[in-house]
């Protein structure tokens, strides 16, 4: 099986900043993609950015300029740093990974997994 662990997140003015991140463990044999997705009350979940395992990003307009993914392919972790936080940016934040796993002896299967999500709030 495989795992995402996701910390960060909280309470921050208008302007300030927090980073958010996302460890994936397990029987993983490669990762594909991994991202960040957010929720805000009463939306659909949209996505925020991604990053391939070629390292292409893919940015929401929203977020350009402010939002910025790194990755530590060695550790399986992906991070979001924010800032200019906007209180528009409030959601909970989930992480989604992608990618092959190990499913048996000498085979292997896609999965997909997404975190607990992290509640982000910006005030005004």
């Known amino acids: 099986q495989v795992q995402v662990v996701e910390s960060g997140g909280g309470l921050v003015q208008g302007g300030g900043s927090l980073r958010l991140s996302c460890a994936a463990s397990?029987?993983?044999?490669?990762?594909?993609?991994m991202g960040w997705y957010r929720q805000a009350p009463g939306k659909q979940r949209e996505l925020v950015v991604t990053i391939s395992g070629s390292g292409t990003t893919n940015y929401a307009d929203s977020v350009k300029g402010r939002f910025t993914i790194s990755r530590d392919t060695a550790k399986n972790t992906v991070y979001l740093q924010m800032n200019s936080l906007k209180p528009e940016d409030t959601a909970v934040y989930y992480c989604?990974?992608?990618?092959?796993?190990?499913?048996?002896?000498?085979?292997?299967?896609?999965?997909?997994?997404w975190g607990q999500g992290a509640l982000v709030t910006v005030s005004s």
């Open positions: 397990g029987s993983i044999v490669q990762i594909n993609a």
């Open positions: 989604n990974v992608r990618g092959w796993k190990v499913v048996g002896e000498n085979l292997q299967g896609n999965f997909e997994v």
